[in-house]
């Protein structure tokens, strides 16, 4: 019964850590598939989960901090895409400088603004998105198997974690079952061809962008009003480089995408769990080597069984219209 309440609490620790990753992994995936690379998924991310804990904080209301995370995410996307889209410019340099300034001005401004060390005040109540119990939990709590699975894995998360679940098949929709997203896709592949069609490429990609930068503003905000109750310094911690990892493992497809940020998440829950645990035969694994597992795997998949990788053809590729 021990080994099976584990088990549970795993599952449940699995969909938490891994609902930014998934969020973050659909923004980057949209963004390339339209032909843009954007290493600034950590930034934005980061940028998102300051300005939602400091709106919270302000306002004691977590959808102001919502609102304040996703803007915030959208600009800097938009900041992205006028690097990218409209100089031309490197996408690598441009998502990198993105994700160095917030790095440095989100501690910077906390620390200004509410005078903690880098970090904003600790979110109560109505500030946070808690926690939802789901209809007939109570019910089903008594429930032999069936009702554990429904209390601990399937009740009990926050309000964004939930509508993760309906991002993904709404991300898959769009991009394979909508005019938009055949154009969107196209034009990763052949922008010359969509733009022979009369078809705007720039503003196809700044489409892409803004959807990237509205996710990663949820994924932002759930590390600071969801699963945490505040912003602190580097909380994103390589989150953004799993998605992108996630991604990549995922060959640019929603539901591979999906698996891949399960994975990461099960692993990054496993290791929390790990830590002070003793093994048979092995003891007490240190600290720091639980903390490394997320990102020797992410080496271990990339390296070894990925396999051929076939990016979008035109992603990282400025494109010129020919006079």
């Keep these: 019964m021990d080994l099976f309440a584990d088990i549970l609490l795993l599952a449940d620790s699995t969909f938490r850590t891994a609902?930014?990753?998934?969020?973050?992994?659909?923004?980057?995936?949209?963004?390339?598939?339209?032909?843009?690379?954007?290493?600034?998924?950590?930034?934005?991310?980061?940028?998102?989960?300051?300005?939602?804990?400091?709106?919270?904080?302000?306002?004691?209301?977590?959808?102001?901090?919502?609102?304040?995370?996703?803007?915030?995410?959208?600009?800097?996307?938009?900041?992205?895409?006028?690097?990218?889209?409209?100089?031309?410019?490197?996408?690598?340099?441009?998502?990198m400088a993105i994700n160095i300034a917030v790095a440095g001005l989100a501690p910077s401004l906390a620390n200004s603004w509410f005078h903690k060390g880098g970090q904003t005040p600790l979110l109560m109540s109505d500030a946070r998105f808690a926690a939802i119990r789901l209809p007939l939990a109570d019910l089903m709590a008594g429930v032999p198997l069936i009702g554990p699975?429904?209390?601990?894995?399937?009740?009990?998360?926050?309000?964004?974690?939930?509508?993760?679940v309906a991002v993904?098949?709404?991300?898959?929709?769009?991009?394979?079952g909508t005019r938009f997203g055949l154009r969107l896709r196209a034009v990763g592949e052949n922008p010359e061809a969509v733009d022979t069609a009369g078809i705007s490429v720039a503003g196809l990609r700044y489409g892409a962008l803004m959807i990237n930068g509205f996710l990663c503003g949820l994924a932002g905000t759930v590390l600071s009003t969801g699963l945490g109750a505040s912003f602190v310094r580097d909380m994103s911690?390589?989150?953004?480089?799993?998605?992108?990892?996630?991604?990549?493992?995922?060959?640019?497809?929603?539901?591979?995408?999906?698996?891949?940020?399960?994975?990461?998440?099960?692993?990054?829950?496993?290791?929390?769990?790990?830590?002070?645990?003793?093994?048979?035969?092995?003891?007490?694994?240190?600290?720091?080597f639980t903390l490394m597992l997320p990102y020797i795997l992410?080496?271990?998949?990339?390296?070894?069984?990925?396999?051929?990788?076939?990016?979008?053809?035109?992603?990282?590729?400025?494109?010129?219209?020919d006079r």
């Design 237 to 288: 911690a390589g989150k953004g480089f799993l998605a992108l990892a996630a991604m990549i493992f995922g060959k640019w497809r929603p539901v591979p995408t999906l698996l891949a940020c399960l994975l990461f998440g099960f692993v990054d829950a496993l290791q929390g769990r790990l830590q002070g645990t003793p093994l048979p035969l092995i003891g007490e694994i240190p600290v720091q």
């Design 298 to 321: 992410t080496v271990v998949i990339l390296a070894g069984f990925v396999g051929r990788i076939d990016p979008p053809r035109a992603s990282g590729v400025p494109y010129e219209k």
């Design 19 to 95: 609902t930014p990753l998934v969020l973050a992994a659909l923004a980057g995936l949209v963004a390339e598939r339209a032909g843009v690379v954007d290493i600034g998924l950590e930034g934005k991310m980061l940028g998102a989960a300051f300005a939602a804990g400091a709106a919270a904080a302000l306002t004691g209301s977590a959808w102001a901090g919502l609102l304040a995370g996703i803007v915030l995410s959208v600009l800097l996307s938009l900041l992205h895409g006028y690097v990218a889209i409209t100089q031309r410019g490197n996408q690598i340099v441009s998502g």
């Design 149 to 164: 699975v429904y209390v601990e894995v399937v009740s009990g998360h926050n309000l964004i974690t939930y509508a993760t």
């Design 168 to 176: 993904v098949p709404l991300v898959a929709w769009g991009l394979y």
